[in-house]
């Protein structure tokens, strides 16, 4: 089995569509571990039972926003160095700054391409292919 066969990878956003099209380029980039959840507080509440290797969020959703899940995550010791990618639907400047302050590791902007998508993770795992 490969690396990426072997990450898990934690999608959160609370759009239906936008998980769907997440978990299929991350299969079609070759990750087969890919867990999704539909809001900040559900993400967290997995992560404490089952942690993933690495979380995509996106920003703006209800309950608990990628930002306050960001902190939530760094402020837990056993989960604190956990890659986390931020999809935000502009490059919103505040927003980076914010996440840069709190450990953020990459963005990425909506809609975001595959090539975009490979990019992002290979920041942070390294190359893909």
């Excluded at 290797?53 to 309950?63: A, F, G, Q, R, V």
């Amino acid at each position: 089995m490969s690396l990426l066969a072997q990450l898990k990878i934690l999608v959160v956003d609370d759009t239906t569509t936008s998980r769907l099209l997440l978990r299929d380029a991350l299969e079609n980039l070759g990750f087969r571990q890919i867990h999704v959840a539909a809001d900040g507080e559900q993400a967290l509440k997995m992560m404490m039972t089952a942690p993933c290797h690495l979380i995509i969020s996106d920003y703006n959703m209800p309950k608990m926003d990628g930002l306050q899940l960001l902190k939530a995550i760094r402020e837990c010791k056993p989960l604190s160095r956990t890659p986390f990618i931020i999809l935000t639907g502009n490059a919103d400047r505040k927003v980076l700054e914010d996440g840069a302050k709190l450990g953020l590791n990459n963005y990425l902007t909506k809609p975001f391409t595959p090539d975009n998508l490979r990019r992002s993770l290979e920041a942070i795992v390294g190359r893909l292919h």
